[in-house]
Each structure stands twice: as C-alpha cells, then as structure tokens.
C-alpha cells in the first residue's frame, strides 16, 4: 500500500440541487463554466483534480502553500462572476484544505487525510475557504492573507477534534480600513468559561438624546452578568468599541474572543419604550434565545432596572443548557475541565439516581484537574442534595456531611461568588439546619441580585419552617428572575406546598400540576398535588394521580413522606400528611 503527504483541497457547490430544480440547463452550464475556472487554477498551482463527482471537485498539491493560494484565488475569481448575477442564481463553493497521509490508489487518493478535507468543506460558509491546523501551521506566514480561528472541531468520523481555521479572502495588504485595523491580531483564543459580550443596544428612537438609556440598559447588563463567577464578560469599554457600528456576530467573536453574543434595541415613544434583546452563539452562527419588553416610562430608572433584571435572568439559564449540549457532544478524553464540569451539570439535570452519580464522577473529576474551581464545589453539593431530596442516596447521613464538608471548601476557595455561598444554603437546608441556611442565601441575594436559586433556598428554608408568607414572596420571585429554569420543577413544587400550609388548597393544586408538567420525576411534586386534591375531597383524580406515581415509585406512602421530607416545622409537616391520608395515600 502507497502512502505519501499531499495537500487535498476539496470544493463543492451550495445549494446545488435548488438550483438544478430551479433551472437544470442553465445550471449545467454555469458549473461546466466554473469547472472550467477551478480545473484551470488548480493546473497553474501544481496540482491534480483526482475526483470530481457532480458539483464536487477534489484535488491534490504536493505544497500546502499552493493549495490554499489556489482555494483563495477560486473563490476570489467565482465572486468576481457572480456579481453580475441574480442572487438565487448565483453559484458559490464551500472549500476545505488539509494536509495529511493519504492512500494511493492508482489515479486515485483515500485515506483520513483526504476525508478530513472533504469535513472541513461541510463546515464552510458559501463562499468561503476552511483549512486544518496543520496547513494552518505550514502557510501562516507565507501568504498575503489572515486566519479566523474556528477552534477544534469534531468531524464525522475522525477521532480527534481538528483545529479549524478560516481564510480571510481580503489581501493583508489591502488599504481598507477594516484590514488594516485587523492586520495585526488574528482570532483570539475562546476562554474556558462561557464568554460573552453586550453590544451596545441600538437606539431606535429617532432622537440622538435618547441614546443615554440604551447605554445604560446595556451598562447594566454587563455589570449584573460580571456577578456570575461561571462567566467571562467583556468589559465596557471594548464592548462600546462596536457602537455605531453594524458587525457581524462572527466577527465580533473573533476580534474579541466570545462565544456568545447579546445584542438589542431601544425604541421610545412618549411615555412608552420597547426593548428587544437577543442572545446569540456566534460560533454556531444560532440564535438561543430572543424576547421583547414594553414598558411605561413612570420612572425610567425603575424600567431600566426592571428590563436588565430580566434579561439577565433569562440569559443566564440559556447559556447553562448550550454549554451543557456541546460538553455533551464531546468524547469524554477529549473534554477540558470547564467542559467536564458542563457535562457533569447535564447528567445533573437528568436526575436519575445513574445521572446524579455520573454528575458527581465528573465534577470531583474536574476538581481533579483543577482543585481551585468553586463551582465545581457548588454543583457537587447540588448532586449531594439532588440524591437526598429524591430518595436515591445510599445513606442520607453521608450526603449530609459530605455536602457541608464540599461546601465549606466552595466558600474557602471564593468567598465573594454567589453560587458558593447557594452550595451552603443547600448544604444546611438538607441537613434541615434551615435558620442557617438563611444567612448564606442572603449573602448569596447580595452578591448577585438575580440568582434564582438563592431565592429559591430561602423560600425552601421558609416552607420547612412553616413560614407560608415568607416562602411565597421569594418563590415567586425565582419564578420571576428565571422563568425558563431548569430547576422549575423544584421551584414549583415548594410554592405548592407553600400554599398547603397557608390551607390554600386550589392554588396548592394548580402549582403542583404546573410542576408535574417540568421535566424529570419528583415525588414530592406527587405529594403536593395529592395532599392538595385530598383536602379538596376530589378522591377520583387523587386515585389517578396516586396510581401515577406508584408506577414510578412503588415505595410511595405517607411514611416515606413524612421520612424524606426536610420540614421541621412539626405543624406544617402533620397538616402535610393529613391531606395524604384524605386523598387514601397508603401509610
């Protein structure tokens, strides 16, 4: 068997099969037309089409230099084609170069090396021109173009993830202004953490005046997105940079290092504003999230910060489940530590008693590789807590513990993050030491104002302590700050069993069959619907409800509520039972 190195450059045409559907003669002819282009150029850099199957061409060159000047003069000359021509008639390539070993077969070439080429042309935007990190590393320095660093990226059937790069078609040299202001630095590297940039919110007012309170929703959020210690925000200063500006939300992430991008407007009239705001994955060019807020302009500072708390809030969960999705994607040997620990949250969300132990692998797998990260910390008390509330911890006693002894050591390694001072709050609230839970909680509340969860973890504290009133203020209020949250089920179910102990059964009922419908299974959701339903006398429904959640957890009677419940509250705990044995629960 022959091997050898080669460049390979692999093209292929967008939306090929549109445009044979929209017009087959006449695009038979434009591709014979820019065959014709690309088998020309290739021959005057040295190289070898070998394969060509429809709308695709694929090459070799003995050098990588010539390959990409190659690629780069292709795309160069077909844009200079298309400009006479209709839009949806246009015809564009997509490009991939790599070098790397190939198979010789006869006039043919196989191997990795020639399939790597043929994944980074399906990465490519029209137009444009992908190249492997090692072809990266052979011309960076020898042609008159720049780089976009793309990262590594997982390829359908490869093993390893390939470092990818984008060609800057634009010359170095070329004297307008956006080259030569991006001459120098090529892409910066993504962080570990989750980053994101706020671009100044347009104004769409029509009076340049105005533009002081776009400025200061968008200063706002920067400045409540600085409390979350899990993410890295570009400061204001290199933010406001893009104002007046229309950029591209790739370039943005490349000229500043960011994965995530928010973006918005401002649009007053009279005593009316609407602000919209969009969340945005620049490297995966997709919108997560988008929403609109009206508003009346009774007092403009409270609008401000009533709009930045929301944004906030709605932003952050967002960003935990993308994060979560690509760890996720990933082969675990593959993984960074910020990408392990992502990946243990995933398995913590599933809450299965597999998942939770799962999650607890990776996260003391990620403090493993890094023992100064808090949040690693934080989220293994969360799986500490997770098992003992759902009933799936080997021993409860020993969760306790270790909950309280991992979340010391979150505190100790950041005192002022927010999520450390959550872990605690938990910590206590499982060992049900609830009056001190509050004082972390609040800290927590002090330290970033939208975190649901502290909000959550007093209104838990609350209800265990029988403190009705109390619980539903600051449940609502993590409603509220996170209203797309994956802990929603939780959040729910305590302001149901809130209103239990207020004796305010239709609301009880209506707030445990909102938390049925989140996902995962709860039985405390079970068990504050049935309580509800019993002291409401609606026996037929508490029958299918029980019957629901017998099928799911055989063991369910009002001793293993009355057992794994965290109430202390003696009162509230008997009332609680009570409505269990109304609705025939078994003891």
Partial sequence: MERRLAAILAADVVGYSRLVGEDEEGTLRTLSTCREVIDGLVASHHGRVFGSAGDSVIAEFASPVEAVRCAVNIQRDLETRNAGIPENKRMRFRIGVNLGDVVVDGDNLMGEGVNVAARLEGLAEPGTVNVSGSVHEQVKNKLDVGFDFLGPQELKNIAEPVPVFRVRLEPRSSTSPLAASERSPESLALPEKRSIVVLPFENLSGDPEQGYFSDGITEDIITELSKFRSLFVIARSSSFSFRGQSPEVKEVSRRLGVRYVVEGSVRRSGNRVRIAAQLIDAVADAHLWAERYDRVLEDIFTVQDEVTEAIVAAIAPELGKAEQQLATSKKLENLNVWEVYQRGMWHLYQRTKDDLAEARRLFEAALSLDPGLSLACSALVDAYYYEVVLGLADSVAENCDKALQVARRAVELDPDDAAAHCAMGKARIVRREHALAVPDLQLAIDLNPSSAWAHYGLGAAAVFSGHAGEAIR????????????????????????????????????????????????????????????????????????????LAQRPNFSVTMVRDGHLYTDAAALDHYLEGLRHARVPE
């Fill in 474 to 549: 600051h449940l609502e209020r993590a409603i509220r700050l996170s209203p797309r949250d994956q802990h929603m089920g939780s959040f729910m179910v305590r302001l149901a069993e809130a209103y239990l102990v207020k004796r305010d059964y239709p609301d009880a009922v209506q707030w445990a069959r909102k938390a049925l419908q989140q996902q995962g299974f709860q039985w405390s959701r079970y068990a504050a619907l049935l309580a509800g339903l019993g002291f409401l006398g609606e026996r037929e429904e508490a029958r299918r409800v029980l019957d629901e959640c």
